[in-house]
């Protein structure tokens, strides 16, 4: 079963670090590039973050990049998320998810079809 | 990185259809064929229903659809259903590898 499990969340005060992790099982996650979006409590959905494969090429939404990154251990099966000088509005439910590809043909798409069930981030005094 | 605009909420009676519409720019929606929907249900994941403007994953209803015109996408969901009673978020491609989600809409069965 493919499948995508989210850690590391808690609570943190403001400045603060923390570091999410997302394994991967199921499906050969050094094929894939992938994501982590959150949605803080009562509203949307945020794309934060994305990695390329091997890990050479990363993309940040802008209010989080300088404070914010993303790296993954294709030996663990694992994708990673390091959360440096953490504000009240980082509070959020955050998920891991796959970008879609097809394989053996090596077509990447632009949506994410699998994804984690979340892990809870709360930043707060 | 603007969020794509969407209608807070839409309602209908089962077996009606609703529309949900998400209006970007033409550096996100209008500007790529890559949009896609998502449900969510209350404290689940995000689910993907329709992906590249309007092609349905296997697996998801023939009641959800998708459609573009310029720089605004639509879902629409015909034939309503209890089990469609969800939130649901547009995503488009805006370039440079990042992505622009909706503000997201509220579907209620009546």
């Known amino acids: 079963e493919v499948q995508l499990v989210e850690s590391g969340g808690g609570l943190v005060q403001p400045g603060g670090s923390l570091r999410l992790s997302c394994a991967a099982s199921g499906f050969t996650f050094s094929r894939y590039w992938m994501s982590w979006v959150r949605q803080a409590p009562g509203k949307g959905l945020e794309w934060v973050a994305n990695i390329r494969q091997d890990g050479s090429e990363k993309y940040y939404m802008d209010s989080v990049k300088g404070r914010f990154t993303i790296s993954r251990d294709n030996a663990k099966n694992s994708l990673y998320l390091q959360m440096n000088s953490l504000r009240v509005e980082d509070t959020a439910v955050y998920y891991c998810?796959?970008?879609?590809?097809?394989?053996?043909?090596?077509?990447?798409?632009?949506?994410?079809?699998?994804w984690g069930k979340g892990t809870t981030v709360t930043v707060s005094s | 990185q603007s969020a794509l605009t969407q209608p807070r909420s839409v309602s209908g009676s089962p077996g009606q259809s609703v529309t949900i519409s998400c209006t970007g720019t033409s550096s996100d929606v209008g500007g790529y064929n890559y949009v896609s929907w998502y449900q969510q249900h209350p404290g689940k994941a995000p689910k993907l229903m329709i992906y590249d403007v309007s092609k349905r994953p296997s697996g998801v209803p023939d009641h959800f659809s998708g459609s573009k015109s310029g720089n605004t996408a639509s879902l629409t969901i015909s034939g309503l259903q209890a089990e469609d009673e969800a939130d649901y978020y547009c995503c488009s491609y805006a370039g440079s590898y990042t992505y622009v989600f909706g503000t997201g809409t509220k579907v209620t069965v009546l």
């Open positions: 998810a796959r970008r879609a590809a097809l394989f053996p043909i090596n077509i990447h798409y632009y949506y994410m079809d699998v």
